[in-house]
């Protein structure tokens, strides 16, 4: 199959692949700004935690809108590059708490300036009514999911 069926057929009216290609479009757009081997999904992560409060996994799993294995995953990763460490909640021993490094602060600090930078590029191409567009369709895929039984 050519591109040019991809661009005259069925995909392109999906609702999923054009939401698809728009992800890994800003996935390959903020992986330029990125340092190599972080992923946009670990930046958020390194957001999300502290050195000294610990975040629940199951919060950052809420926050990020993935399943439970998938943080998981992506937490396990970043515990080998040394950017955050899980320990065993005090309060709830079956729960586990995720605190950054030293090494992960410092990496959050340094990318949080680059993200900055490369939103702001973002910006400067896309019409802020196609970005409050984008916010309010979300918002309304969220509502779609949660309403799920």
Known sequence: MSVEQIDSGILKELVCFNF???WRGISEFYKNYLPDGVSAQQTYILELCD????????QLAKALEIDDSAISSMLRRMESAALIKRLV???NRRQTQ??????GFELRENI??????AD??????I???KINELISTVEL???????KV
């Open 89 to 91: 909640s005090p309060a």
């Open 98 to 103: 995720v605190f950054l490094t030293l090494q």
């Open 112 to 117: 949080r300036s680059v993200m900055e930078k």
């Open 141 to 147: 895929l969220r509502k779609l999911n949660s309403s």
């Open 127 to 129: 019409p802020q009514s």
């Open 51 to 58: 050195l000294d409060n610990g975040v629940l996994v199951g």
């Open 120 to 125: 702001e590029k973002l910006r400067e191409a």
């Open 20 to 22: 698809y290609c728009g």
